[in-house]
T-cell receptor, first 117, second 113 residues
Framework: GAVVSQHPSRVICKSGTSVKIECRSL??????MFWYRQFPKKSLMLMATSNEGSKATYEQGVEKDKFLINHASLTLSTLTVTSAHPEDSSFYIC?????????????FGNGTRLTVT | DQQVKQNSPSLSVQEGRISILNCDYTNSMFDYFLWYKKYPAEGPTFLIS?????DKNEDGRFTVFLNKSAKHLSLHIVPSQPGDSAVYFCAARVGTSGSRLTFGEGTQLTVNP
């Protein structure tokens, strides 16, 4: 089945530094990838939609200059948390769907636990 | 505006019995619904889905029911197994698979041996 790989699974960084999270579709091509954020005991909140070869579409309230998204190829999207602060600590999850499968469900990566100290 | 709601944050059932997880939605444009299962520190895993043109979809121990008039869907797991213990998210979307998903808050299911 479709596999989405997310890296790293855990990262701890200091305030003010930047962190890059990678999301790869391993056995399928994805024109669209989605980035979600999950707060403890809360739902998954969509942050942005990443489109291959074009600018990402951000949800209301998400700072695009803080959460930089790049979707350089049909198998890779990256999320960079710039100038991280402790309130950015969260669980970030990416998802993608297969280019060639109509009505296919989204497949998710295993998430990245970001802790900003 | 929470368009997809799971009003029960937790559910506990005995092994072998039926688990029923409920989900309500407000957006009448949603035409495809999915259930995901999630373990801690992992991404959600797709379980089962249903199109708005159907009212039931079954896959092994999992059955999803859709009541469009009530804007309600439910996931039935029977028989429940301890390995089913996880958080279950209901999700909905408008249109094709390229569309964004809107998730409910999740329900923690615990199946006791």
């Amino acid at each position: 089945g479709a596999v989405v790989s997310q890296h790293p699974s855990r990262v701890i960084c200091k305030s003010g530094t930047s962190v890059k999270i990678e999301c790869r579709s391993l056995d399928f091509q994805a024109t669209t990838m989605f980035w979600y954020r999950q707060f403890p005991k809360k739902s998954l909140m969509l942050m942005a939609t990443s489109n291959e070869g074009s600018k990402a579409t951000y949800e209301q309230g998400v700072e695009k200059d803080k959460f930089l998204i790049n979707h350089a190829s049909l198998t890779l999207s990256t999320l960079t948390v710039t100038s991280a602060h402790p309130e950015d600590s969260s669980f970030y999850i990416c998802s993608a769907h297969s280019l060639n499968s109509y009505n296919s469900p989204l497949h998710f990566g295993n998430g990245t636990r970001l802790t900003v100290t | 505006d929470q368009q997809v709601k799971q009003n029960s944050p937790s559910l506990s059932v005995q092994e072998g019995r039926i688990s029923i997880l409920n989900c309500d939605y407000t957006n009448s444009m949603f035409d495809y619904f999915l259930w995901y299962k999630k373990y801690p520190a992992e991404g959600p895993t797709f379980l089962i889905s249903i199109s708005s043109i159907k009212d039931k979809n079954e896959d092994g121990r999992f059955t999803v029911f859709l009541n469009k008039s009530a804007k309600h869907l439910s996931l039935h797991i029977v028989p429940s197994q301890p390995g089913d213990s996880a958080v279950y998210f209901c999700a909905a979307r408008v249109g094709t698979s390229g569309s964004r998903l809107t998730f409910g808050e999740g329900t923690q299911l615990t199946v006791n041996p």
